[in-house]
């Protein structure tokens, strides 16, 4: 099949790598592969360099940019709808929120006029990584992001999540209920978090970072913004300090918020255990995993977040707030799931695992096992041409 993916822009995230491991292995198993994105701006930094002798086409539309904007949310659908003719896909496949809804709109408009065989193509394809409505912002731009996803659904011909919490949520705002939707969890390049680096790379990682080579480390890898918790792992920290001097805090990326969340921690007196690290490339990401006790992720809003199953997959321990999809990798065996908003319940989860190393070492070991073939790349990219092809044989 040909088969192009549309993604908004390739900045450091969950939903851009997911991305691009299913373009390189749907290429290698040789499928035709076009990946359509907008251009990355901003802190995050950008994923092109992956891209490169990947197997697969890349074309980049200037004007499709995650704000939203009347002129250029245009100027992008007709650009969208023109490469698409041209293109002439078996399958549109898209992702975010931006881009799946000009995809789709753009694709679903060319239906029946590339082929008419099996059925008519192009078939539309929306992978959910997140939803754009959630209850931080106003009841009114929720109701307006339900209304587009709602039309947005009518043009699309199955649906794939992160998480099962996305398919349940989505569902129950009267999105494509009459569609089918399968769950793919978000694939891993698994062998360099199953792979420990030595103990010595470990170390100089600690040393470089001035991190006591027998502190106990926290680390949240999640960008410096808004609704990522940073605030909730300061209240904890400030507690905890009191009676674990040995613990430390490592903050892993960067974002707006950047300069407010140091502020916050120097107005606290914790400069001495917070350590950051600014934005890194994700080949770093298992070294610094390795490097650390247990994962922390306080987000108040994810589909399912990447870094959950990348540390249980290094056999770490987990603590993250029960929000969407957490619960469907987070259990009593692998780490501890809090109420969010509830520091209470957080400082008494790192205290668990602060008092007792054999337990983090059984949940860690017991996570790594419950990860390892459930986010595989191929156990993705298996489920995901398996919507391709039942999409085929659906009769609405």
């Known amino acids: 099949m040909h088969i192009v993916h ?7 995230g969950g939903a851009q790598e997911n991305t691009l491991i299913t373009c390189k292995l749907l290429a290698q ?58 293109l002439k896909p078996d399958v549109i496949h898209t992702h975010s929120a931006k881009a799946g809804i000009l995809g789709r709109f753009a694709g679903w408009s060319l239906k029946g006029k590339l082929s008419g065989k099996p059925r008519p193509l192009p078939l539309v394809v929306h992978t959910v990584h997140g939803l754009a409505f959630h209850p931080y912002q106003s009841r009114l731009l929720n109701a307006l992001y339900i209304a587009i996803e ?50 010595t790379r470990i170390g100089m990682f600690r040393d470089q970072n001035k991190i006591p080579r027998n502190a106990i480390v926290f680390t949240c890898i999640a960008r410096l913004a808004e609704l990522k918790g940073h605030e909730y792992i300061i209240e904890t920290a400030k507690t905890l300090r009191r009676s674990y001097e040995n613990c430390y805090w490592l903050l892993v990326g960067d974002g707006d918020l950047a300069d407010a969340i140091k502020a916050s921690i120097h107005n606290e007196g ?17 070294l610094i995993l390795h490097a650390s006790d247990i994962l922390v992720h306080c987000s108040l809003r994810e589909g399912l977040a990447r870094v959950l199953p990348q540390a249980m997959l290094c056999g770490k321990p987990v603590i993250s707030f029960d929000i969407d999809g957490a619960k469907e990798v987070v259990t009593s065996k692998t780490g501890f799931l809090t109420e969010p908003d509830n520091v209470g319940q957080l400082i008494a989860a790192c205290e ?7 337990l983090r070492r059984h949940l860690g070991k017991n996570a790594r096992e419950s990860v390892k ?18 999409v085929v044989k659906c009769p609405y």
Request: proline residues 7%.
């Open 373 to 390: 073939e459930k986010f595989a790349p191929e156990t993705m990219v298996d489920t995901i041409e398996e919507v391709y092809r039942n």
């Open 352 to 358: 668990k695992l602060l008092n007792n190393p054999p």
């Open 29 to 86: 198993r040789g499928h035709k592969v076009t990946l359509i994105t907008g251009p990355a701006f901003g802190p995050e930094g950008a994923l092109f360099e992956q891209t490169r002798n990947a197997g697969y086409e890349v074309v980049v539309l200037k004007k499709m940019v995650r704000e939203i904007s009347f002129w250029k949310d245009r100027a992008s659908y007709y650009e969208l709808k023109k490469l698409l003719s041209r």
């Open 6 to 12: 549309v993604i908004t822009r390739l900045i450091l």
């Open 150 to 199: 709602r039309a947005a659904g009518k043009r699309t011909d199955a649906f794939i999540t992160v998480a099962e919490a996305m398919t349940d949520k989505a569902k129950a705002a009267g999105i494509g209920r009459s569609k089918p939707w399968t769950t793919a969890y978000s694939a891993i390049e698994e062998d360099a978090f199953l792979s420990p680096p030595s103990n």
């Open 270 to 286: 914790l400069n001495d255990c917070f350590r950051f690290t600014g934005l890194v490339p994700p080949e770093q990401i298992p």
